[in-house]
């Protein structure tokens, strides 16, 4: 997996909002991660450690919010909770593969001081 | 480094066609240093959230439309073939180039993590091709793909065919501006890896089954393949061929055509 890339990518993030609001420490970064997005979140918090040493990040804690994913069905004008691309909804038993939730790979908020 | 594959830092290691270049990564490092010391200026006090509500892939997706906008302006049909390793990507697009001739021109980027095997196979059929070695990355980024396609004559081609690192997960999250994903699947992997792999099927606007030449020695399970295949890549144009023996070639090829008059 290329939880790394993603890691350095969420923390190149942090520190340009970090600095524009005049900070010098991150001390947390919050992400929300589908469940379908083929990312690991306990990889993410190895990578996280890896890429925050020596940076001003240095030491702060990562909140991942993890994203359920959800089909839409169109006969019922619902979303359903799915594990993967293409799912029988459970009310009507039609197939949907029209994803509406899942595929997040998102940086949400950081606090910073 | 990642658990699963090795996945490195991006950028590092990155080398392109026959140029070493030597990327130092300075960004962040210096930062942070020197400024701990103004802690107590007034524009820094206190804890603040910073809301950004944005996509981890920003900057690699907003890379991935200039490249689509530069390709398109260029009229060339672009492909993106992802697959496991070994299920004959290299042999594929050699097949693929050959076979279209002078109809229309193909060129190639190659992405492996270490050697030029792949490109140097390639160039000896003829084709014009760039390799990329990511080092320790996992997949191709559109950044990647921009720099290669700079070493190319672009003018000279109709169809640029990249052919990703061989990689079913990490490539998935990874655009780099194709118009088609092509995935593909040799009847040697096992009529599940569709199910095993979602997201990456799901992704690819083409489906190929390849290496049917061996398809009963292999024990291939085709309607159990199919049905998988549809499960994920329902929307997924499907070809089953044999670049080997040129056994449904045809068709990809027409379709290719096809395509191309789109651009």
């Known amino acids: 997996m290329h939880e790394v890339s993603i890691m350095t990518?969420?923390?190149?993030?942090?520190?340009?909002?970090?600095?524009?609001?005049?900070?010098?420490?991150?001390?947390?970064?919050?992400?929300?991660?589908?469940s379908l997005s083929g990312v690991v979140p306990e990889s993410l918090q190895f990578a996280f450690d890896v890429v925050c040493h020596g940076t001003m990040a240095e030491g702060a804690s990562l909140e991942i919010e993890a994203v359920q994913a959800a089909c839409w069905c169109e006969t019922c004008q619902a979303e359903f909770d799915c594990v993967d691309f293409f799912n029988e909804c459970p009310r009507c038993h039609n197939v949907s593969g029209e994803l509406r939730r899942g595929r997040e790979l998102e940086i949400a908020d950081v606090e910073t001081s | 480094m990642c658990q699963e594959c090795g996945c490195g830092n991006g950028g590092g290691d990155v080398k392109i066609g026959a140029h070493v270049h030597g990327h130092e990564h300075h960004h962040g490092h210096e930062h942070g240093h020197g400024h701990h010391d103004h802690g107590d200026h007034g524009h820094a006090h206190g804890k603040q959230t910073v809301s950004l509500n944005r996509s981890l892939m920003e900057k690699n997706s907003l890379l991935a439309e200039r490249n689509r906008g530069f390709f398109k302006a260029k009229k060339l049909l672009v492909l993106n073939v992802v697959s496991s390793p070994g299920s004959g990507k290299t042999t594929f697009i050699r097949e693929t180039a050959a076979r279209l001739g002078a109809n229309l021109r193909v060129g190639v980027i190659v992405g492996d993590l270490a050697t030029d095997n792949d490109a140097a196979r390639l160039r000896t059929a003829g084709i014009p091709v760039v390799q990329i070695t990511t080092g320790t990355v996992c997949h191709l980024d559109a950044d990647m793909v921009s720099r290669a396609a700079g070493q190319l004559d672009l003018d000279q081609l109709d169809v640029?065919?990249?052919?990703?690192?061989?990689?079913?997960?990490?490539?998935?999250?990874?655009?780099?501006?194709?118009?088609?994903?092509?995935?593909?699947?040799?009847?040697?992997?096992?009529?599940?890896?569709?199910?095993k792999y979602p997201p990456m099927f799901h992704s690819a606007n083409v489906a190929v089954i390849t290496k049917n030449?061996?398809?009963?020695?292999?024990?291939?399970?085709?309607?159990?393949?199919?049905?998988?295949?549809?499960?994920?890549?329902?929307h997924a144009q499907i070809?089953?061929?044999?670049?080997?023996?040129?056994?449904?070639?045809?068709?990809?090829?027409?379709?290719?055509?096809?395509q191309r008059a789109q651009v």
């Open chain 1, 9 to 34: 990518e969420a923390l190149r993030m942090a520190m340009d909002a970090a600095k524009s609001a005049g900070s010098t420490r991150v001390l947390k970064l919050r992400l929300r991660i589908g």
């Open chain 2, 160 to 195: 640029l065919v990249i052919e990703n690192v061989g990689n079913l997960v990490c490539p998935a999250d990874y655009d780099l501006g194709e118009d088609l994903r092509v995935v593909l699947l040799s009847v040697t992997e096992g009529e599940d890896k569709p199910l």
């Open chain 2, 213 to 234: 030449d061996m398809a009963s020695a292999a024990g291939f399970n085709r309607e159990l393949a199919l049905a998988n295949l549809n499960r994920v890549s329902h």
């Open chain 2, 239 to 258: 070809f089953e061929l044999s670049a080997k023996t040129g056994n449904g070639m045809k068709a990809w090829l027409d379709f290719l055509v096809q």
